[in-house]
């Protein structure tokens, strides 16, 4: 019912900037709320932030907090997280989520994108 598409990702240096877009096909978009989540070799996926339904209210991880941005456009199926100031340890597979509940908790997740790759390096 809702597929969900990747793109942005890539391998930058420690400092400088991406953005992950996130194209989503389904009637239902708009009455899922959508999150981001990544997760890194041997480590857990865990949330990087979440935005309900309308937009109006956005969760960040604190590891996060002031360097990433998360939005979407209902009216285009999209969704976009912008990261600046990317550190060594932002490396991991972002991956686009969306869930029928309010909190974008990994257990709840509907539908999950394919991933895409980010790598900070120097």
């Known amino acids: 019912q809702v597929q969900l598409v990747e793109s942005g990702g890539g391998l930058v240096q420690p400092g400088a900037s991406l953005r992950l877009s996130c194209a989503a096909s389904?009637?239902?978009?708009?009455?899922?709320?959508m999150g981001w989540f990544r997760q890194a070799p041997g480590k857990e996926r865990e949330l990087v932030a979440g935005?309900?339904?309308?937009?109006?209210?956005?969760y960040y991880a604190d590891s996060v907090k002031g360097r990433f941005t998360i939005s979407r456009d209902n009216s285009k199926n999209t969704v976009t997280l912008q990261m600046n100031s990317l550190k060594p340890e932002d490396t991991a597979v972002y991956y686009c989520?969306?869930?029928?509940?309010?909190?974008?908790?990994?257990?709840?997740?509907?539908?999950w994108g394919q991933g895409t790759q980010v790598t900070v390096s120097s």
């Open positions: 389904g009637r239902t978009f708009s009455s899922s709320t």
């Open positions: 989520a969306a869930t029928r509940y309010s909190t974008p908790i990994a257990n709840k997740v509907d539908y």
């Open positions: 935005i309900s339904r309308s937009g109006g209210s956005t």
